[in-house]
């Protein structure tokens, strides 16, 4: 609610820069989405690291 009350209070003092906002956020959004994919799949590899690096000492009872 509190969202919607700041675009109504940039609609009304400064019009073109909040309908040039909405205008753009989905191009940025599209623009944005391989570097997130790139992160989610980063993350995943580092994950597996992890995993195998931690291996040995779980398989001889380490607890976490």
């Known amino acids: 609610m509190f969202t ?36 989610v799949a980063v993350e995943g590899v580092f994950a597996l690291l992890k995993a195998v690096l931690f291996l040995p000492a779980r398989l001889l009872g380490a607890r976490p």
């Open 4 to 39: 919607f009350l700041l675009w109504l209070l940039l609609f009304v003092l400064c019009w073109p820069l909040a309908l040039l906002a909405l205008v753009l956020y989905p191009i940025v959004w599209l623009l944005l989405l391989p570097f997130r994919l790139l992160g």
